[in-house]
């Protein structure tokens, strides 16, 4: 089967994704664009304060092929966590969807909660400011199973990107913005 067959295959198993608005193949210029709004964007994490790593997005745009595709309110999205906070190396929070284990931290007395992020010890942030290392905010690729399924592809990959490339992605796209309109990358390799 030909890349663009194979592309266009893709494209469909996204657009059957449940809350997903559009998906559009993104070109080398894109690519570039989206490493310079990444560099950017890693150095205004938590306002100055810690220092983002989009690892997933890193891993996406070195695929073959590369897409963006918008979501809605509906979209489910990958197992958590999203996010995850180290700190000199060493793991000190992350997102979390499960309700009953935020409570259980927030009980401890340890934790910190603040919306879905636990820090696991408080200690942990309060060297954050003087000579300590930055925070390091670090979004993990994802999987993505639907997509997965495509027998003529592999590597399969999910990034979310940074404020900055979302807002280019939903440019380059020319998506009218809805209120909860969010955006993934995807890569992939061609077998």
Do not use: H
Request: contains cysteine; hydrophobic residues 35%.
């Amino acid at each position: 089967m030909e890349n663009k067959k194979i592309i266009e295959k893709v494209k469909n198993r996204v657009m059957e994704m449940k809350g997903v608005c559009g998906v559009f193949t993104l070109d080398a210029d894109d690519l570039e664009n989206i490493k310079e709004q990444e560099k950017k964007a890693e150095d205004m994490t938590l306002m100055g304060l810690g220092k983002g790593d989009n690892q997933g997005v890193k891993e996406v745009i070195n695929r073959d092929v590369v897409m963006v595709f918008t979501t809605n309110k509906e979209f489910e999205w990958p197992c958590s966590p999203q996010v995850i906070l180290m700190k000199e190396g060493e793991k000190i929070g992350e997102e979390m969807d499960d309700t009953e284990k935020l409570k259980e931290y927030e009980e401890t007395g340890d934790a910190l909660v603040i919306g879905n992020i636990v820090i696991y010890d408080k200690s942990s942030i309060s060297s954050l400011t003087g000579t300590s290392k930055p925070l390091v905010v670090v979004m993990p690729p994802k999987e993505c199973p639907t997509v997965e399924e495509v027998p003529e592809i592999n590597d399969v990959v999910l990034g979310s990107p940074s404020p900055p490339t979302d807002e280019y992605l939903k440019d380059r796209m020319e998506a009218v913005c809805e209120s909860g309109m969010g955006s993934f990358l995807l890569g992939f390799n061609i077998k």
